[in-house]
């Protein structure tokens, strides 16, 4: 029988731990396992045996480190491990159909970016290839374990299913605090793995039996498929010399019966437990009625670290990172500019976001290209799930392989160019699909006509496999000040289709008071409407201070607000935001010379705040000219003298940016041309730290830096160079031994752009090093490198 | 012989975090610092407690030595004239890894794109740290032995390569979360492995 019939009827068994048993039969430290399958496949087949004789039904093939990271010869390795599971199932003498071989898939112990090094694509290969192989040597299903880490879980998920047939089975190792190593809790995990169509998923690793408990009720209540679970034999500890686990068989299948009847489907254990812990878990397991876990209706979208569920209250949605209608966000991404994005990203989440919606389609981009970067970038600082948000199908993919965790899709609509496209990537990568009630003559006018379409894509999306659990319906707020129904149609719309439908709903709001004057106010009052009939998701702008009021008032006089403990919250913060403020113009009176004051003393809003004054009488040239760049240079000198220490200077660099962000809003055509300069941390380095300090340094004395971020291979600096003209390139590196990196990436200037100056910086330089380089100049901070830049450029 | 390995967990409140050390990374040195420095510290600091996740993972070995600057640490042979001579009359030896955890350099990452000052000072609290960190480590290993001053790869002749060896014999992807690039960094980025002879057990 299929295993994925099987896991349907009854209780299967999973062996225990491999390790342990193989250092007993001699393993020397620090040897492969893995290579025992071609030099003592005789020992191997034996475990395999004996955890068949003690009632596994799962052999875990020795193949937990095969991949191409640690093995040239990885087909014979991978084809050698099968095998001595097979053969245990020949030598076996109990009921050999009930029997399979799981061919084992660990991490690859190399961390994905922006943490390491390793790109997502390149994970998936090495996942894939592994996979590819497991199938031709005969495994009947592929069990990723031990996984730490949501995105590499992702990659092995997506790399065995798109190069294999085969069943995936995937457990995760949580800590003691119940969370992935990277961050994840089980609900973020389930929601992710549900969505990419695994077959099974669980727990393993790192906690014993005890300790594990905890999450499988987790698992219990989330999970809509049969949950796996295999503790370790407790912690180890050393008796005599000798590596022990402090649970013992008795105790630990004494646990196993507790979590079976929590939930557990599929048991069996890792590090530490042996034959009789099987045995004993199987023995007293056998007979609790088997259940395979109910469908499970929760609405989910997650983060690397965190799931949001749509439902339960309304949740927000931020809607800024959007270019329509914002030109400096238009420039932005024009200039490439992602730390915009992501400023824009990290205040929506401070305002009180949930969820950020990310558009980022421009005709003159690659949309694809700048909406991976968004994507990895903002997902490598924030914590919130996003919205992809585009009507390009090619975009739309790249971003949800690449995001971390379970996203929105924003959107599908009841088209059929629509529904083609986009139901299949919602049910390959798994997400929350926003579905618009467009048809194929737009969008009808009444409440009943939305309601068809959005029951035309539910039943689209069901025979793709996709749950009307994850499907949010947004049936079009339209503006009021054309016609007068708009609202009522919009509302109305609403309560029809979770009614009869029972999908959750989501609305951008804002588009009610379009053509009208105080937005903010038919918009707040139109939220509150909504969220009483019963709104869902409201994708706004968490700025707007009315429709923010409108939805914690709403929290706490519906009762989803206990104690009205948020509303309190929310309202305090909003009387001391005013008071601080008032308080610091007194101060700033008294100062003279205010923004100079204010730079120097890093003092970012009201740097801003002074430089619009100043900016009311003086032009804007002269107030970086006069102001600005004095200020700077104040705080530069008094950071040679040791007078200011790092951290200042950055901080008065960054209000220096914020008074020139002000000048730069009144500044057109008349703006100085800038100097360009590329940087970049070389290739293989992954410290930027000081590569960003002088990035912030530069750009605030006008610069225009193209910044190429961290393990920059040196055919990317050219490429740079020779895109933008730019005259100077900076280099970083922190370590021996990639200053190497570093020379190879200046040589190949030397011979294509001989034109181009370097200066280099980071820890283990000296000005003997970059000499020997060929560095054009050694910085030895970043002041250095702004004095050099100044200095250089004014030639 | 080599003994199992060990895990140590400490919270941020049990390791107090040296300042004027951090102070010298973010390079202030001197006997007086401005006001707004004392400030920027203490508010990151306490950002700082809320990332930090102290772990930590060790494991006792024999150590021998073949001369000529090479030594048997019972999971694979080194070369280096340093560590031999770190290690003289050296038997056994404690060979750990510590981290300050993956929330962290989240954490700075994030800081180093909305308010770069802030992942400076952070960056610096963590390099602290994360010394602070092993000194507790060793004070625990202390207890009934006394040590050898711990030695880390990259120290004098000790090739930053065999940190490879070291993470492979601790584990120390599966217990607590190391990898290395192959420029032989660690993620993440605060962690710290060692080697420390036992003189003797006292």
Redesign the interface.
């Known amino acids: 029988m299929d295993i994925r019939q099987a896991i349907k009827e009854k209780r299967l068994y999973f062996d225990g731990g491999m390790g342990t048993l193989l250092q007993k039969s001699g393993l020397k ?2 040897e492969l396992p893995e290579n025992l399958n071609l030099t003592s496949p005789e020992i191997i087949t034996d475990i395999h045996l004996k955890y068949l004789n003690a009632g596994a039904n799962i052999l875990t093939a020795n193949s937990f480190g095969a991949n191409s990271f640690k093995f040239d010869n990885l087909e014979e390795i991978i084809f050698a491990a099968v095998n001595n599971a097979k053969k245990a199932i020949e030598l076996f003498e109990g009921d050999k159909e009930s029997v399979y071989v799981a061919f084992d898939m660990g ?1 690859l ?3 994905l970016k ?4 390793l790109d997502f694509e390149d994970a998936v290969k090495v996942f894939s290839k592994s996979a590819q192989i497991a199938e031709k040597s005969g495994a009947d299903l592929i069990l990723i374990e ?1 996984m ?1 880490d949501t995105y590499e879980t992702k990659a092995a998920v997506l790399g065995a299913k798109e190069s294999s047939n085969l069943p995936v089975f995937v457990t995760n ?1 949580y800590d ?1 605090n119940g969370r992935l ?3 994840a809790d089980p609900v973020a995990v389930i929601a992710m793995l549900e969505g990419l169509g695994v077959d099974a998923l669980g727990v393993n ?1 790192s906690l014993g039996p005890h300790k594990m408990k905890d999450i499988v009720k987790v698992y219990s209540e989330y999970a809509s498929l049969p949950i796996i679970v295999n503790p370790n034999a407790g ?4 008796v005599n ?4 686990f402090d649970v013992d068989a008795e105790e630990f299948s004494s646990v196993m019966v507790e979590i079976a009847k929590e939930g557990g489907c599929i048991l069996g254990g890792c590090c530490g437990t042996t034959y009789d812990y099987i045995r004993k878990t199987k023995e007293k397991t056998e007979n609790i009625p088997y259940t395979v876990p109910t469908f499970k209706n929760h609405t989910l979208t997650s983060s690397y670290t965190h799931a949001v569920e749509i439902g339960n209250e309304p949740i927000l949605i931020g809607e800024r990172i959007n270019p329509t209608g914002k030109p400096k966000f238009k420039a932005a991404l024009r200039e490439n500019n992602i ?1 915009y994005i ?2 824009e990203g ?1 205040s929506q989440e401070e305002k009180g976001a949930h969820v950020l919606d990310v558009n980022v389609g421009l005709p003159e981009i690659d949309e694809t290209k700048m909406m991976l970067s968004a994507v990895t ?1 903002l997902q ?3 914590d919130l799930p996003l919205q992809i948000d585009t009507v390009k199908a090619e975009t739309m993919e790249k971003a949800l392989r690449v995001y971390n965790g379970k996203p929105m899709i924003n959107s599908v609509n009841a088209k059929e160019e629509s529904l083609k496209t986009v139901l299949p990537l919602a049910k390959k990568y798994g997400g929350v699909l926003i579905a618009l009630t467009i048809g194929e003559e737009g969008i009808p006018e009444t409440a009943e006509g939305r309601y068809k379409l959005a029951e035309k894509i539910v039943n689209r999306a069901k025979e793709y496999g996709i749950s009307k659990k994850d499907i949010v319906v947004d049936p079009l707020a339209m503006a009021v000040s054309s016609d007068d129904k708009s609202a009522i149609v919009t509302l109305e719309s609403i309560k029809l289709i979770k009614e009869r439908l029972g999908v959750k709903t989501s609305l951008g709001v804002s588009n009610i008071s379009f053509g009208l004057p105080g937005r903010d106010d038919v918009n707040s009052a139109f939220l509150t409407m909504a969220f009483t009939t019963g709104l869902d998701c409201a994708i706004m702008n968490p700025f707007s201070l009315p429709m923010m009021k409108s939805y914690h008032t709403y929290l706490s006089l519906s009762g989803k607000d206990k104690g009205c403990l948020r509303y309190i919250d929310f309202a305090s913060g909003l009387t001391t935001e005013t008071v601080v403020k008032s308080e610091n113009k007194k101060e700033e009176k008294e100062q003279k010379s205010s923004l100079v004051y204010s730079i120097v ?2 003092l970012k809003n009201e740097s801003f705040e002074n430089a619009k004054t100043l900016l009311e009488k003086e032009k804007p040239l002269d107030v970086i000219n006069n102001f600005i760049v004095p200020a700077l240079d104040k705080v530069g000198l008094a950071f040679e003298k ?1 007078e ?8 008065s ?2 209000a220096a940016g914020s008074a020139f962000d002000a000048v730069k809003s009144l500044m057109k055509a008349d703006a100085p041309k800038k100097d360009k300069i590329v940087i970049a941390t070389v290739k ?6 000081g590569k ?2 002088v990035k ?1 340094l530069l750009q605030n004395y006008g610069y225009e830096v193209i910044d190429l971020g961290k393990d920059v291979p040196k055919e990317k600096v050219l490429e740079a160079v020779k895109e933008t003209g730019a005259k100077m390139v900076g280099l970083s590196a ?5 200053v190497e990196a570093m020379e190879e990436t200046i040589r190949l200037l030397k011979k294509e752009e001989p034109q181009v100056v370097t200066v280099v910086g980071g820890a283990v330089l000296t000005q003997e090093y970059a000499d020997m380089i060929g560095a054009d100049k050694y910085a030895k ?1 970043a002041m250095e490198t702004v004095r050099y830049a100044e200095s250089y450029f004014a030639k | 012989m080599t003994t199992s390995l060990k895990l140590l967990t400490a919270s941020a409140e049990e390791i107090t975090v040296n300042k004027k050390e951090a102070f010298r990374y973010m390079g202030a040195t001197g006997k007086s610092f401005p006001d707004k420095m004392q400030e920027a510290y203490s508010l990151c600091l306490e950002e700082f407690y809320k990332n930090v996740s102290y772990k930590a993972c060790y494991r006792k070995t024999e150590v021998s030595f073949k001369g000529d600057g090479i030594l048997d640490l019972g999971f694979g042979e080194f070369k280096s004239l340093s560590l031999q001579k770190n290690l003289e009359g050296c038997k056994e030896a404690y060979i750990f890894v510590a981290t300050c955890g993956m929330q962290l350099d989240r954490l700075i990452i994030r800081l180093s794109k909305v308010t770069p000052w802030r992942s400076v000072v952070t960056d610096a609290i963590g390099s602290s740290a994360i010394e602070c960190f092993c000194d507790f480590l060793n004070e625990i290993l202390a207890k009934d032995k006394e040590l050898k001053p711990r030695f880390s790869c990259g120290y004098g002749d000790f090739d930053i390569k065999n940190q490879k060896n070291i993470l492979d014999f601790l584990d120390a992807y599966r217990k607590v979360g190391i990898s290395l690039s192959e420029s032989y960094m660690m993620t993440p980025k605060k962690t710290v492995t060692a080697v420390v002879g036992i003189k003797r057990t006292v």
């Not at chain 1, 912690?235 to 050393?238: A, D, N």
């Not at chain 1, 010399?241 to 022990?244: F, I």
């Not at chain 1, 200011?644 to 901080?651: D, H, T, V, Y």
């Not at chain 1, 293989?684 to 730290?689: A, V, Y």
């Open positions: 430290v620090g991490p112990g190399k961390m922006p943490l390491g090094e031990t730490n190792a003691e190593m990277t961050g690793c912690m180890p500890k050393s010399g000798e590596t022990v730390d992501i400023a990290v970038e490598s600082v924030l003393k890093g040791k200011m220490f790092l951290p200042q200077l950055l901080m660099a960054e293989g380095d992954i410290h930027d730290i960003n300090i912030v922190l370590m021996t031994t990639t901070d």
